[in-house]
């Protein structure tokens, strides 16, 4: 495990498993002096009370950091240990697919619809789950940076947001292209993701449907064609819970699609793409 790369690489001949020797408040001090996030990086079960002890010294700090609890995933068997301690966790393998070019869809961004459901009982406000930077830079001309097109691209934001996962980029911004600036910036689905609501999933396979009751009353719906095949989703009112006639906007194209009754259908929703919605 690897705490603060910028202050001082914290490996075990180091003595990071001695929570009781001072370094954790020495390096909170000089992270605190430096700004920026604390990140103990390949946390195991092992590695529960070292999270605890960063955590202490953060706040004996005297200033607010965040910290995250970091692997390739972290095992699953760790959450309910670091739930405590971490403000957020990594409950993913890296975006990256690990050869000799960008990451695609199938390595690794996909990994996240079947990951994120063993979270969902034990992440929670203040322990958010994290599904590692989002591959939204540039897909286009010299020096690509995503291996992902538009519509995957899109999807991404959306189950980011659905998550209210940490939203963070790993390239390079100086580059951003237009369409990665339009995703980045729709203030409606950021709105989704800083809610600070955990999702419920409503069905799961292929064809996913995901919700969540934001606070100003409204039912966010997202859904997502996984598989390869250009389909309809329709989304029965029952299996969200909900009756009646219900005014449906679509908060990725920013407009109104009108009132619907007992169920809506997203049209044509083409591999790897989604829709977000809110219910009102």
């Not at 706040?59 to 995250?68: A, N, V």
Request: charged share 20%; glycine share 8%; net charge neutral.
């Amino acid at each position: 495990m690897q705490f603060d790369r910028r202050c001082r690489a914290i490996e075990p001949h180091t003595g990071w498993g001695k929570a009781g020797n001072g370094w954790q408040q020495a390096h909170t001090s000089c992270r605190t002096a430096r700004g920026g996030p604390v990140r103990g990086d390949g946390v195991t079960t092992d590695n529960i009370p070292d999270i605890e002890a960063w955590s202490k010294a953060i706040d004996q700090s005297g200033r607010k950091m965040w910290l995250t609890a970091s692997a390739w995933p972290v095992p699953r068997e760790a959450g309910e240990g670091l739930k405590p301690w971490a403000n957020s966790v990594r409950v993913d393998t890296d975006i990256e697919c690990y050869c000799n070019t960008v990451s695609t869809w199938t390595s690794s961004v996909d990994n996240r619809w079947e990951d994120l459901p063993k979270w969902l009982d034990v992440v929670a406000p203040n322990y958010w789950p994290d599904l590692d930077s989002m591959p939204i830079s540039n897909n286009t001309g010299a020096g690509i940076q995503d291996g992902i097109n538009d519509i995957e691209r899109q999807s991404v934001m959306t189950f980011w947001s659905m998550a209210s996962s940490p939203l963070y980029v790993g390239g390079d911004i100086a580059n951003l292209d237009d369409k990665a600036v339009s995703i980045l910036t729709n203030r409606e689905v950021i709105a989704v993701d800083q809610a600070g609501v955990i999702p419920a999933q409503v069905t799961s396979g292929t064809l996913q449907v995901w919700k969540k009751r934001l606070p100003d009353g409204r039912l966010a719906v997202a859904v997502y064609n996984l598989g390869d095949q250009t389909t309809d989703i329709t989304v029965p009112w029952d299996q969200l819970g909900v009756k009646g006639n219900r005014k449906v906007r679509d908060l990725a194209n920013r407009h109104d699609l009108g009132s619907f009754n007992k169920s809506w259908t997203a049209k044509g929703v083409p591999a790897h793409g989604s829709r977000l919605i809110t219910l009102s």
